[in-house]
């Protein structure tokens, strides 16, 4: 058990607050079909944590005669597609918005998504409100694994990196917060602890993180450079 003292907390939004993955999987495999292109999990997989827009950019020469824009707004019309897996919270992560929230603790979301999107799913959370900053892929010049977002983030929080806690469930996610000179905490929704390697803590969900007096934050679980020495 861990207690990490905090100025600010941000999050990722899919797959750490919300469980999206299994949809946006399902989503990139029609258009991969659409296309008659030959795709594997591993190499979905591989996309978790980036903004749509840069994927679809180094995978150009798999579509040949379609731009990056048609994909992309292609991938984007399956998100109201019939049969697509449901989504959900991530366990415990609206109750630890809402205790950081009464803690006086600023709070933010750097996601990859687009704005339309990542304000319609925090809508359905019901967490909108309790948020300061919403940064979205439209909001930087360069996504995860860049720190980019992390840090316009903390400065518009106005709060030192170093005080900041960034919550993520990919490696290219982790990799932005600890490039911004934040503390990470990996959550293990969508991808196994190995993946997750660069986080100073990984927890399975957000039941094994309190809010505690300071204000702070207590971790359950080993901190990661015990794994690593063990």
Not at 49 to 69: I, K, Y
Not at 140 to 155: I, Q
Not at 169 to 188: I, N, Q, S
Not at 199 to 221: E, I, N, S, T
Request: charged residues 20%; glycine residues 12%; negative net charge.
């Amino acid at each position: 058990m861990t207690v990490i003292g905090l100025g600010a907390a941000v999050f990722d939004l899919d797959g750490t607050l919300i469980d999206t993955e299994p949809r946006s999987r399902a989503q990139w495999s029609r258009l991969f079909d659409a296309h008659g292109v030959p795709h594997d999990d591993a190499l979905i997989a591989s996309f978790a944590g980036r903004r749509g827009m840069e994927v679809l950019a180094d995978l150009a020469h798999l579509f040949p005669g379609r731009t990056v824009e048609e994909l992309f707004e292609q991938v984007v019309s399956y998100q109201s597609a019939p049969g697509l897996p449901p989504v959900a919270p991530v366990p415990g992560a609206v109750g630890l918005l809402w205790s950081l929230a009464d803690a006086g603790v600023p709070l933010a979301v750097v996601t990859s998504g687009e704005r339309s999107y990542a304000e319609g799913l925090l809508d359905e959370l019901g967490v909108r409100g309790l948020l300061d900053i919403v940064v979205t892929a439209g909001d930087v010049a360069s996504g995860k694994p860049h720190p980019e977002g992390y840090l316009a983030a903390a400065r518009d929080l106005d709060v030192p990196v170093e005080e900041t806690v960034g919550f993520e469930d990919t490696p290219a996610g982790v990799a932005a917060v600890k490039a911004a000179g934040m503390t990470c905490v990996g959550v293990l929704t969508t991808q196994p602890a190995g993946a997750l390697a660069g986080a100073d803590h990984v927890v399975p969900d957000f039941k094994d993180v309190d809010v505690v007096p300071g204000p702070a934050l207590r971790v359950r679980g080993r901190h990661q450079s015990q794994k690593r020495q063990s």
